[in-house]
């Protein structure tokens, strides 16, 4: 795998090649871990870990030590389950998140990622609250090879739209329906409100496999606190991280999973329509130290 512009083996490569582990070996690597945005808990935590296993595996060599690192961060990644439940017909996914994450360019990447697996999908633009959003959604969605169901009219009512695309997807044979939704009301009560009314009524109809929560990685847990009212209310079951290329935030992705208690599902990492991936800790923890 080419190496990403978010990895670690960039700092960590001059560490590696050392003719051995000594006391600034450790300091490096503490520094590199909070340099790639794990946050200091988690990259103390995970340095006295490693400390623990050099000792107890007696060995100088760096080499051993970055294979220990790789081991050791793919056993965190994988205490959260990254699957995608998208087994029902229709599936159903939510995709909730503030305005300006990347949400509505993150459907087009996802609906496109299902094509992919020969996944038959339609969107629902029920963020009918901002005039530009269907529109823009709308470009996307047929970018990404999907269908669209738009409001029938200037601001109807959004759980209108949801409930008109579940038909849709019933009345058409349709295996996947992504609702876009509100990023941002008035009120915050009036937001979480709303996505409670689309919910019922969805699920009058359908039972929802998903509830996605986009995020900013480059905002750090700034993200997090701004999603902490769809975390919540929403009923989230999967995180989306957009925007991990050209930083070093790869940590972000344990770090937002040991603060929400949430698995990270899928990574933006570019803004063409390809790239968005599922999330693999093998792979991810590779990409990351090699």
């Given at each position: ?54 000792e ?31 087994s ?79 038909e849709?997807?019933i009345?058409t ?19 979480m ?37 769809f ?12 925007k ?6 790869g ?40």
């Amino acid at each position: 795998m080419a190496e990403s512009p978010w990895s670690l083996g960039r700092a960590l490569r001059g560490m590696f090649v050392k003719p051995t582990i000594d006391e600034t070996t450790w300091d490096d690597l503490e520094t590199a871990l909070i340099t790639a945005d794990f946050g200091p808990d988690i990259s103390e935590r995970i340095v006295d870990e490693l400390r623990a296993k050099v000792e107890r595996y007696r060995t100088t060599d760096p080499k051993d030590l970055q294979r220990m690192l790789r081991e050791t961060l793919e056993e965190h990644f994988a205490k959260f389950d990254s699957t995608l439940h998208l087994s029902e017909r229709p599936a159903v996914v939510l995709v909730v998140g503030v305005n300006g994450v990347g949400k509505t360019t993150t459907i087009g990447k996802f609906a496109a990622y299902l094509r992919r697996f020969q996944r038959s999908v339609v969107v629902g633009a029920a963020d009918t609250f901002r005039a530009a959003a269907v529109d823009q959604l709308a470009t996307w969605a047929e970018r990404g090879g999907a269908a669209i169901v738009r409001p029938q009219h200037e601001g109807q009512d959004p759980a209108s739209v949801a409930y008109q695309t579940i038909e849709h997807a019933i009345r058409t044979g349709t295996e996947i329906v992504l609702v876009d939704t509100a990023g941002r009301l008035h009120t915050k009560g009036g937001l979480m409100d709303e996505l409670t009314k689309i919910r019922r009524v969805i699920e009058k109809r359908a039972p929802i496999s998903e509830v996605l929560l986009v995020l900013d990685a480059t905002t750090g847990q700034n993200g997090v606190m701004q999603a902490e009212a769809f975390l919540e209310h929403a009923g989230v079951t999967g995180l989306v991280l957009t925007k991990l290329d050209g930083s070093a935030r790869g940590g972000f992705v344990l770090a937002v999973q040991e603060r929400t208690g949430i698995p990270v599902k899928l990574l933006g990492q570019g803004e063409g329509i390809g790239d968005l991936t599922g999330f693999t800790p093998h792979v991810f923890a590779s990409a990351l130290v090699d």
